[in-house]
């Protein structure tokens, strides 16, 4: 099993539990073509090209080949609709043959089930909290934190341009019904397996112990009003909230680490809340890039937290390689490592999933050929990693 192909041909024959997806609805899905596939994945947070003229395209191509989250989405749309690179000169036609396979309003859950092998997945679609994409079934929820952390008035949003009042009855005018509201939104929706915080966008992890005196002093504050260490008040004490609610409900808690404001997205910033709860797992997202032995040494200290590799391997798969090694070898309980694919469109996401498994099939094979681990031990780590861990985890 040490030739990396014939690693590669069994890890895609493991079944696959992705522990994050931001999955797109059926009608978004549908509108899909090779432009609207790059818009929506994180090829587009890098550019995408001026407009749809061949010189625009070839010179967009130019500048971005080498870049890893192109070169998986590229991988993927090859696999799945059976063409070569995309070129300036294909590109219609790659585009073409992508829209009129989405008119079938199941293919892109075709693509999940029968291209990537996946049996479930935990969805996170911050636009509607709680959400599982239309498809119950296949997709358990993610519950997001992020807007009630920063919605002590109903003119504030979050990163993501949310307000909790967006999607709740009624309009809390104090702190207790406020809380009261949080109670009953999750409780309205059935599918939801983990709280999710992605506040990393606009805060610093440092989420401090707050009294309740001090959030009812900010509570109702226009956001020109509150200062930004009141701002951090109020979200601090409605993360420790949702932390009892985790406790109470013996739900994870999944946490943006790494990339995003990069002051403040250290995750050791997170080891007063770890330590201070340690009855909350806390999932520790994206490998903490670039801080990948910062998460490493929480993990090892720590044995609520767990890591999760999403997204790493599409932002840098040298640096995913890097990171698996690492983590294999320094957590204490190698039940506490997962990945999802951390996408909007399947095409991507499938790609993420190309991306684990090349990571996964490089790092077994150094770990073999130098007999540090036997094939029996890399089997047991290859089923973990893909869908055993996850799947207990958050119970699906």
């Known amino acids: 099993m040490a030739d990396i192909n014939s690693i590669l041909q069994w890890l895609g024959s493991i079944p696959v539990v992705s522990s994050h997806e931001h999955h797109l609805e059926s009608p978004e899905q549908q509108k899909l073509d090779l432009d609207g596939i790059f818009h929506r994945s994180y090829v587009g947070w890098c550019s995408t090209p001026k407009d749809r003229t061949k010189e625009a395209r070839s010179q967009w191509l130019s ?36 829209r009129e396979s989405h008119q079938d309003a199941c293919f892109h859950w075709q693509i999940l089930t029968e291209k990537a092998n996946y049996q479930r997945f935990v969805e996170d679609s911050y636009w509607n909290p709680g959400g599982c994409a239309g498809n119950p079934k296949l997709a358990a929820s993610a519950y997001r934190m992020d807007s009630w952390m920063a919605g002590f008035h109903p003119d504030c949003l979050d990163h993501d341009r949310m307000n909790p009042r967006k999607f709740i009855d009624g309009k809390p005018d104090c702190l207790d019904a406020y809380l009261h509201a949080i109670r009953e939104d999750i409780k309205k929706q059935p599918t939801v397996c983990t709280f999710k915080c992605a506040a990393a966008y606009e805060r610093v992890l440092l989420f401090e112990p707050v009294s309740k005196a001090k959030a009812e002093a900010v509570f109702g504050k226009a956001p020109e009003e509150a200062t930004e260490q009141e701002k ?46 340690p009855e909350v797992k806390f999932v520790l997202f994206h490998g903490g890039f670039p801080w990948v032995n910062e998460v490493a040494s929480l993990a090892h200290n720590h044995p609520n937290v767990y890591l999760d590799m999403n997204w790493i391997p599409l932002v840098s798969t040298e640096a995913a390689k890097n990171a698996l090694h690492t983590f294999l070898e320094i957590l204490p309980n190698c039940n506490h490592l997962s990945w999802g694919g951390d996408a909007w469109t399947s095409e991507e996401s499938f790609g993420a ?5 090349f990571v996964m099939a490089e790092v077994f094979q150094e770990k073999l050929s130098s007999s540090f681990y036997s094939s029996a031990l890399i089997e047991e780590l290859a089923n973990k990693i893909l869908w055993e861990n996850a799947k207990k985890l958050y119970r699906l």
Not at 74 to 89: H, R, V, W
Not at 353 to 357: C, S
């Open 353 to 357: 999933l190309m991306a684990l498994r």
């Open 232 to 277: 951090k008040c109020f979200g601090d004490y409605i993360f420790h909230y949702f932390l009892d609610l985790a406790k109470e409900m013996d739900l994870p808690v999944q946490i943006h680490t790494g990339l995003a404001r990069l002051a403040g997205s250290n995750p050791m910033m997170l080891e007063q809340a770890i330590e201070n709860n």
């Open 63 to 98: 500048i971005i080949r080498a870049n890893s989250y192109f070169v998986w989405l590229e991988k993927s749309i090859m696999d799945i609709y059976g063409c070569g690179p995309i070129t300036a000169e294909n590109w219609d036609a790659v585009s073409h043959a992508i």
